[in-house]
């Protein structure tokens, strides 16, 4: 090895640096060596000029196609030039024949043998054969390789052997010179070489047609060539015999090949019928392969798509929809509620779909609403070319929605989650409305622009459903374009005005730029909000400053300035309104009253809110005058026994007044109207954030907490510890009726049911127990974020077991809510929900008074909650639906009454807030706060007000906006009312047959307790005469039938015993099966079934209603209260100074 290394020579002086610079190196006598990547011979760089290099070989391919196409040109001429009536040549310089006297029944070889040939003629196709067979010759020399007969035995060689070297031997012997060559078979060299041209400009431009393009351009090249050829055959043929010109020819093979058949123009020898023969079979070999290739082809290209034209991406604008499973609700709830805003009429919707689309897709998309504006794409948008064939980079906008059918909801996240990558890094400046499942994958996406997670906003919605009723329908009949088209049609009053009022919308203007609101610049929130709603029918609920977050109603403290946006509720928005005041004056002078809605529908779109306006200005029920001096006060009621008023809204509030009582007071002085036990357990709650959250991302939120967290063993339920010895929720004796929550799992969104519950505006008199009744046992980092709330149990069970329901306390629940459960995912669509329907039809059944929430997938499948197979109500709004579904309405099912009323909530209702937030992108932030998802300081919050007997002397909603604009600082938005509805005949009838029967199971004194417990809890049959009634009458047979002495036998008595049994009806069976289950458990029955089913009465919303509406006894008003924090001065003590005033605090939320 040291031998080596010392023959090792020094590094030659040209490649140091130091002799580069010096310039050394070029005394150096080295040679230089060049090395080629091809070889440098004469054969390779013809192959590298011919074959290899593209753009020299696209040339030269070119070139052969032009060859080819001007030897057939030259061979049309000849026909053209040949003239049937002289006799046809035969050899050069010999003289022509005459064969007008041979007999028809025999031909001759000679016209087919010989033909007339011009010597200009003879001299441009020898020209053109001598090209084409030197560069034949020299390709078939570049292209060997090793194998002779490889090359000599393709048919493109043999065409071009049989039409060039004949014209090549006519140089040598000029006899031959008027031989028939068959030169029309160049069309397929042309075919052949135009196929290759194309490979070659794919190559050179570096881009790749379609394989449609390619097998398109084979198709139309093959069906030319079919038809030269066999046009130049029959004619050349028929020299001998019909002498047909080349036109005449071609009107033969036109009709031959299109089955038409005319029978006028006929081959007449047997050479030209056996070609016409040859070249049908020919066709029907060839031509059937081709089109199943293009069939093939075309189906593919249909599931698969095609591209987004650039020309078409940079002229109009579209925005790109990514979905891992395109379903065909999702499909029309995202169209339709696109295309619903007139400005995006001329957007294209690009679908890219990682699988194919279903056969009801593709119908939808064959319509021509859609077919025009839809381009279903299938792709992935984890792909830089699927994504450059969607021009994402062009896109206004890139909605990225989950799959939430998916068994793995966590899954479905991170491919969203990665979708959202990959197109953020494709095109950077396209924004992102992003759709997420779990709350805990949400920072993943908070470069989006808007993002929605479904467990926050489902969780949230379904805890404000049972602290306000309706809550979810409320949310999204604001998050839906409804037209309020379906009222007028509408049989029932109030489908009429709860379709009217479901037309209403969040809308936004800048307050200098508004010809409604601008003349409230520098008064006060409230001020502008009830003279908005008096005047032109709007409710004015937010404002956002510039460069702030949006407040929901900031109080009467916030003066409005130029700059500020408004944001109100109505049914259009003020762009599309006039002020039309011919019709004022001509309803003044008539003296007609004004309804709130009357015609509402028929009135062209910019007279809506004009209209509006007017039933604001004439309340012929308050008594208000427009030509009042200050305009500022509704009139007094006529009812002098009431010497009540309301006091004016002020334009500029004096001060901002501390509340009635003190939220963040010391907590010891609310327990003077609580019980001892629950005084002593309030006294360890305070109001604060929550020490820890299960996910990152969530929104901190004032509630109320627990001073030291609660140990995990006191948070179950039904099992005892040694700090609580209780094992069931009767036990416990809470004061307030709980709220039960069924799921499967306690997922980290369950969070957010929680905590909207307990927040800090919630007085802690009216905080209910909340039991979550869990599958499955929570994991520990739910259980360390729950720990600090007051009042949240849970327990491991089932909605499927009765022994569960009854332990958890669903017999003296407030509410119920059922959440869809994540593995129910079927294999048949709509299936999902079927054992969530049959588990709350089964509730419904034991516990008829119960207030059931329940959460599905499908909104479709609404109509099976509370299901009567012959309800001619339910069959009445089943046919409501389908003409709605036939108008291509947004909210089919808005009719059903579990949905009206609250009672069914479905989380893809959300979708369409993602899509509003392309046209509003406020609406998520708006939505947030209503839901208490986000506290802004300063913003308020969603509350509920319950109108009694005591209010009822305000009567309307106007004078009721202006008592709560001037008291309390509230702005109502619209009311849930309950109406009864008198039951068919066949049900009373069959519900009395049934009463008639007694239990023989019940011992009298327990019916008697049971009846006791009736007449002591009468507020719900106080509401419902109907209900008292029929109560009193079943009491009455009862007690009539208690007196009776059962027979004097054992057989009579087992008789009789037999004959009841048979005669009670099905409500007792299910009564007395739940309360053996109570007494087997060791439960009281004791309040079990003391308020009875409410089948008779149906509920529904009227948002935004107009001022003339009339109050009803049990309306709740809902309303957005102004953030208590923000109206305590900051120099006041405490609460002590307060609350000097002796007042209830409950009297501070009624009127």
Same mark, same amino acid.
């Given at each position: 090895?040291?031998?080596?290394?010392?023959?090792?020579?020094?590094?030659?002086?040209?490649?140091?640096?130091?002799?580069?610079?010096?310039?050394?190196?070029?005394?150096?006598?080295?040679?230089?060596?060049?090395?080629?990547?091809?070889?440098?011979?004469?054969?390779?760089?013809?192959?590298?000029?011919?074959?290899?290099?593209?753009?020299?070989?696209?040339?030269?391919?070119?070139?052969?196609?032009?060859?080819?196409?001007?030897?057939?040109?030259?061979?049309?001429?000849?026909?053209?030039?040949? &003239?049937?009536?002289?006799?046809?040549?035969?050899?050069?310089?010999?003289?022509?024949?005459?064969?007008?006297?041979?007999?028809?029944?025999?031909?001759?070889?000679?016209?087919?043998?010989?033909?007339?040939?011009?010597?200009?003629?003879?001299?441009?196709?020898?020209?053109?054969?001598?090209?084409?067979?030197?560069?034949?010759?020299?390709?078939?020399?570049?292209?060997?390789?090793?194998?002779?007969?490889?090359?000599?035995?393709?048919?493109?060689?043999?065409?071009?052997?049989?039409?060039?070297?004949?014209?090549?031997?006519?140089?040598?012997?000029?006899?031959?010179?008027?031989?028939?060559?068959?030169?029309?078979?160049?069309?397929?060299?042309?075919?052949?070489?135009?196929?290759?041209?194309?490979?070659?400009?794919?190559?050179?431009?570096?881009?790749?047609?379609?394989?449609?393009?390619?097998?398109?351009?084979?198709?139309?090249?093959?069906?030319?060539?079919?038809?030269?050829?066999?046009?130049?055959?029959?004619?050349?043929?028929?020299?001998?015999?019909?002498?047909?010109?080349?036109?005449?020819?071609?009107?033969?093979?036109?009709?031959?090949?299109?089955?038409?058949?005319?029978?006028?123009?006929?081959?007449?020898?047997?050479?030209?019928?056996?070609?016409?023969?040859?070249?049908?079979?020919?066709?029907?070999?060839?031509?059937?392969?081709?089109?199943?290739?293009?069939?093939?082809?075309?189906?593919?290209?249909?599931?698969?798509?095609?591209?987004?034209?650039?020309?078409?991406?940079?002229?109009?604008?579209?925005?790109?929809?990514?979905?891992?499973?395109? /379903?065909?609700?999702?499909?029309?709830?995202?169209?339709? +509620?696109?295309?619903?805003?007139?400005?995006?009429?001329?957007?294209?919707?690009?679908?890219?779909?990682?699988?194919?689309?279903?056969?009801?897709?593709?119908?939808?998309?064959?319509?021509?609403?859609?077919? *025009?504006?839809?381009?279903?794409?299938?792709?992935?948008?984890?792909?830089?070319?699927?994504?450059?064939? @969607?021009?994402?980079?062009?896109?206004?906008?890139?909605?990225?929605?989950?799959?939430?059918?998916?068994?793995?909801?966590?899954?479905?996240?991170?491919?969203?989650?990665?979708?959202?990558?990959?197109?953020?890094?494709?095109?950077?400046?396209?924004?992102?409305?992003?759709?997420?499942?779990?709350?805990?994958?949400?920072?993943?996406?908070?470069?989006?622009?808007?993002?929605?997670?479904?467990?926050?906003?489902?969780?949230?919605?379904?805890?404000?459903?049972?602290?306000?009723?309706?809550?979810?329908?409320?949310?999204?009949?604001?998050?839906?374009?409804?037209?309020?088209?379906?009222?007028? @049609?509408?049989?029932?009053?109030?489908?009429?005005?709860?379709?009217?009022?479901?037309?209403?919308?969040?809308?936004?203007?800048?307050?200098?730029?508004?010809?409604?609101?601008?003349?409230?610049?520098?008064?006060?929130?409230?001020?502008?909000?009830?003279?908005?709603?008096?005047?032109?029918?709007?409710?004015?609920?937010?404002?956002?400053? +510039?460069?702030?977050?949006?407040?929901?109603?900031?109080?009467?403290?916030?003066?409005?300035?130029?700059?500020?946006?408004?944001?109100?509720?109505?049914?259009?928005?003020?762009?599309?309104?006039?002020?039309?005041?011919?019709?004022? +004056?001509?309803?003044? *002078?008539?003296?007609?009253?004004?309804? @709130?809605?009357?015609?509402?529908?028929?009135?062209?779109?910019?007279?809506?809110?004009?209209?509006?306006?007017?039933? @604001?200005?004439?309340?012929?029920?308050?008594?208000?005058?427009?030509?009042?001096?200050?305009?500022?006060?509704?009139?007094?009621?006529?009812?002098?026994?009431?010497?009540?008023?309301?006091?004016?809204?002020?334009?500029?509030?004096?001060?901002?007044?501390?509340?009635?009582?003190?939220?963040?007071?010391?907590?010891?002085?609310?327990?003077?109207?609580?019980?001892?036990?629950?005084?002593?357990?309030?006294?360890?709650?305070? /109001?604060?954030?929550?020490?820890?959250?299960?996910?990152?991302?969530?929104?901190?939120?004032?509630?109320?907490?627990?001073?030291?967290?609660?140990?995990?063993?006191?948070?179950?339920?039904?099992?005892?510890?040694?700090?609580?010895?209780?094992?069931?929720?009767?036990?416990?004796?809470?004061?307030? /009726?709980?709220?039960?929550?069924?799921?499967?799992?306690?997922?980290?969104?369950?969070?957010?049911?929680?905590?909207?519950?307990?927040?800090?505006?919630?007085?802690?008199?009216?905080?209910?127990?909340?039991?979550?009744?869990?599958?499955?046992?929570?994991?520990?980092?739910?259980?360390?974020?729950?720990?600090?709330?007051?009042?949240?149990?849970?327990?491991?069970?089932?909605?499927?077991?009765?022994?569960?329901?009854?332990?958890?306390?669903?017999?003296?629940?407030?509410?119920?809510?059922?959440?869809?459960?994540?593995?129910?995912?079927?294999?048949?669509?709509?299936?999902?929900?079927?054992?969530?329907?049959?588990?709350?039809?089964?509730?419904?059944?034991?516990?008829?008074?119960?207030?059931?929430?329940?959460?599905?997938?499908?909104?479709?499948?609404?109509?099976?909650?509370?299901?009567?197979?012959?309800?001619?109500?339910?069959?009445?709004?089943?046919?409501?639906?389908?003409?709605?579904?036939?108008?291509?309405?947004?909210?089919?099912?808005?009719?059903?009454?579990?949905?009206?009323?609250?009672?069914?909530?479905?989380?893809?209702?959300?979708?369409?807030?993602?899509?509003?937030?392309?046209?509003?992108?406020?609406?998520?932030?708006?939505?947030?706060?209503?839901?208490?998802?986000?506290?802004?300081?300063?913003?308020?919050?969603?509350?509920?007000?319950?109108?009694?007997?005591?209010?009822?002397?305000?009567?309307?909603?106007?004078?009721?906006?202006?008592?709560?604009?001037?008291?309390?600082?509230?702005?109502?938005?619209?009311?849930?009312?309950?109406?009864?509805?008198?039951?068919?005949?066949?049900?009373?009838?069959?519900?009395?047959?049934?009463?008639?029967?007694?239990?023989?199971?019940?011992?009298?004194?327990?019916?008697?307790?049971?009846?006791?417990?009736?007449?002591?809890?009468?507020?719900?049959?106080?509401?419902?005469?109907?209900?008292?009634?029929?109560?009193?009458?079943?009491?009455?047979?009862?007690?009539?039938?208690?007196?009776?002495?059962?027979?004097?036998?054992?057989?009579?008595?087992?008789?009789?015993?037999?004959?009841?049994?048979?005669?009670?009806? +099905?409500?007792?069976?299910?009564?007395?099966?739940?309360?053996?289950?109570?007494?087997?458990?060791?439960?009281?029955?004791?309040?079990?079934?003391?308020?009875?089913?409410?089948?008779?009465?149906?509920?529904?919303?009227?948002?935004?209603?107009?001022?003339?509406?009339?109050?009803?006894?049990?309306?709740?008003?809902?309303?957005?209260?102004?953030?208590?924090?923000?109206?305590?001065?900051?120099?006041?003590?405490?609460?002590?100074?307060?609350?000097?005033?002796?007042?209830?605090?409950? &009297?501070?939320?009624?009127?």
């Amino acid at each position: 090895m040291g031998e080596l290394e010392k023959e090792v020579l020094p590094l030659p002086p040209r490649y140091r640096f130091r002799d580069l610079l010096l310039g050394d190196w070029q005394a150096d006598e080295r040679v230089q060596v060049e090395f080629y990547v091809n070889e440098n011979t004469f054969k390779e760089r013809l192959k590298l000029f011919f074959i290899k290099n593209q753009r020299s070989s696209l040339r030269v391919r070119l070139f052969n196609f032009s060859l080819k196409l001007l030897s057939c040109f030259l061979y049309i001429i000849r026909v053209l030039l040949d &003239d049937p009536q002289e006799g046809p040549g035969g050899c050069w310089g010999c003289p022509k024949l005459n064969l007008s006297a041979q007999p028809l029944a025999r031909f001759d070889w000679a016209p087919i043998v010989w033909v007339n040939r011009p010597l200009p003629l003879w001299g441009l196709q020898v020209l053109v054969a001598l090209i084409s067979f030197l560069e034949t010759m020299l390709l078939v020399y570049l292209g060997y390789k090793g194998n002779l007969w490889e090359q000599v035995l393709r048919v493109p060689f043999m065409l071009e052997m049989m039409n060039t070297v004949p014209f090549l031997v006519t140089v040598f012997w000029p006899p031959l010179r008027n031989l028939f060559i068959p030169v029309f078979l160049n069309c397929w060299l042309a075919k052949h070489a135009l196929e290759n041209m194309i490979n070659d400009l794919h190559r050179a431009i570096q881009r790749t047609h379609s394989a449609m393009f390619n097998q398109v351009l084979i198709l139309v090249c093959t069906l030319v060539c079919l038809m030269f050829t066999c046009i130049c055959g029959i004619q050349h043929l028929e020299r001998a015999g019909n002498n047909l010109t080349f036109f005449d020819s071609l009107y033969f093979c036109i009709v031959t090949f299109s089955t038409v058949g005319f029978g006028d123009v006929t081959p007449r020898i047997w050479p030209s019928q056996l070609l016409v023969v040859i070249m049908i079979c020919v066709a029907l070999i060839v031509l059937p392969i081709q089109f199943e290739q293009l069939a093939f082809l075309w189906m593919e290209r249909q599931k698969s798509g095609g591209n987004y034209s650039r020309y078409r991406a940079q002229t109009e604008k579209h925005v790109v929809l990514c979905v891992s499973a395109l /379903k065909i609700d999702l499909l029309m709830d995202f169209l339709n +509620e696109f295309y619903a805003h007139p400005r995006l009429q001329d957007y294209y919707v690009v679908i890219l779909c990682p699988t194919e689309m279903d056969l009801a897709v593709r119908r939808v998309l064959q319509i021509p609403l859609w077919s *025009q504006r839809v381009i279903f794409l299938q792709g992935s948008a984890l792909k830089d070319q699927d994504l450059m064939r @969607a021009k994402m980079d062009d896109a206004e906008a890139c909605f990225i929605l989950s799959n939430r059918f998916e068994g793995d909801r966590g899954a479905a996240d991170h491919q969203t989650i990665l979708r959202a990558w990959a197109v953020k890094d494709f095109a950077p400046n396209c924004p992102l409305y992003v759709q997420i499942l779990k709350p805990e994958n949400k920072f993943h996406v908070k470069f989006a622009e808007h993002v929605v997670c479904e467990e926050e906003f489902k969780f949230a919605m379904l805890a404000l459903n049972c602290v306000c009723p309706a809550t979810s329908t409320l949310v999204t009949l604001l998050v839906h374009t409804s037209r309020g088209q379906a009222g007028p @049609a509408s049989p029932e009053q109030w489908q009429q005005m709860y379709s009217r009022c479901s037309a209403s919308e969040i809308h936004h203007v800048r307050l200098g730029d508004s010809k409604f609101l601008g003349q409230y610049e520098g008064k006060s929130f409230t001020y502008a909000s009830f003279h908005a709603h008096k005047k032109y029918g709007l409710c004015l609920i937010g404002v956002c400053q +510039e460069d702030k977050n949006i407040l929901l109603n900031p109080g009467p403290c916030h003066i409005l300035a130029s700059s500020d946006t408004c944001f109100y509720i109505n049914i259009s928005k003020e762009e599309n309104s006039a002020f039309v005041l011919r019709q004022q +004056e001509q309803r003044r *002078q008539r003296r007609l009253p004004t309804t @709130a809605y009357h015609g509402l529908t028929r009135l062209p779109v910019h007279s809506i809110i004009a209209s509006m306006g007017t039933v @604001a200005m004439d309340l012929p029920e308050s008594g208000s005058s427009p030509d009042s001096a200050d305009g500022t006060t509704l009139g007094l009621p006529a009812d002098s026994e009431r010497p009540r008023s309301i006091a004016p809204v002020l334009e500029v509030a004096a001060a901002c007044r501390s509340p009635t009582f003190e939220l963040l007071s010391d907590p010891s002085e609310d327990e003077a109207g609580l019980s001892d036990d629950d005084a002593a357990t309030s006294g360890a709650w305070v /109001k604060g954030y929550p020490p820890t959250s299960p996910y990152i991302g969530s929104s901190p939120t004032l509630c109320h907490l627990v001073r030291e967290k609660i140990p995990f063993c006191c948070l179950r339920l039904d099992k005892s510890c040694p700090h609580c010895p209780y094992e069931d929720a009767r036990a416990y004796r809470f004061q307030n /009726k709980l709220l039960i929550l069924s799921a499967e799992r306690a997922g980290n969104g369950l969070y957010n049911f929680v905590a909207p519950l307990r927040a800090y505006y919630r007085p802690r008199q009216e905080l209910s127990p909340l039991v979550l009744l869990l599958e499955t046992a929570p994991e520990t980092h739910f259980l360390e974020a729950v720990r600090w709330f007051p009042l949240v149990y849970y327990m491991v069970g089932s909605i499927d077991s009765l022994d569960d329901l009854l332990r958890c306390g669903v017999s003296f629940a407030a509410s119920v809510v059922v959440v869809d459960k994540e593995s129910s995912i079927a294999q048949e669509d709509y299936m999902a929900d079927a054992k969530t329907i049959v588990n709350v039809q089964t509730l419904f059944r034991l516990f008829p008074g119960l207030n059931i929430i329940t959460e599905l997938t499908h909104p479709a499948n609404m109509r099976f909650m509370r299901f009567k197979a012959k309800d001619r109500g339910a069959l009445a709004l089943s046919k409501l639906e389908k003409k709605e579904r036939e108008k291509g309405s947004n909210l089919v099912f808005m009719f059903r009454l579990p949905f009206a009323a609250g009672k069914v909530f479905s989380v893809s209702m959300l979708d369409t807030l993602l899509y509003q937030s392309f046209v509003k992108g406020y609406m998520i932030s708006i939505t947030r706060l209503l839901l208490g998802l986000d506290s802004t300081p300063g913003s308020g919050f969603l509350c509920v007000l319950k109108v009694t007997e005591d209010d009822l002397w305000i009567r309307s909603y106007g004078r009721l906006y202006q008592k709560l604009c001037s008291s309390t600082g509230d702005i109502p938005i619209g009311i849930y009312r309950t109406e009864s509805q008198p039951a068919p005949s066949a049900e009373r009838q069959v519900s009395a047959s049934g009463e008639d029967c007694e239990d023989p199971l019940e011992p009298h004194d327990t019916l008697a307790c049971h009846l006791g417990h009736r007449d002591s809890v009468p507020g719900d049959q106080a509401e419902h005469p109907l209900l008292r009634r029929k109560s009193m009458q079943w009491a009455r047979r009862l007690s009539r039938k208690g007196g009776r002495l059962p027979s004097k036998t054992a057989a009579e008595r087992i008789s009789q015993q037999r004959l009841t049994l048979s005669r009670r009806s +099905e409500h007792q069976e299910l009564s007395a099966l739940v309360k053996t289950r109570m007494k087997h458990l060791g439960l009281s029955a004791a309040g079990y079934m003391e308020v009875m089913d409410h089948d008779n009465t149906l509920s529904y919303i009227l948002l935004n209603p107009s001022p003339a509406t009339r109050l009803e006894l049990n309306d709740v008003v809902y309303l957005i209260r102004p953030d208590p924090l923000t109206l305590v001065s900051p120099g006041s003590p405490g609460r002590k100074a307060s609350v000097s005033r002796a007042e209830d605090p409950k &009297d501070s939320t009624r009127l």
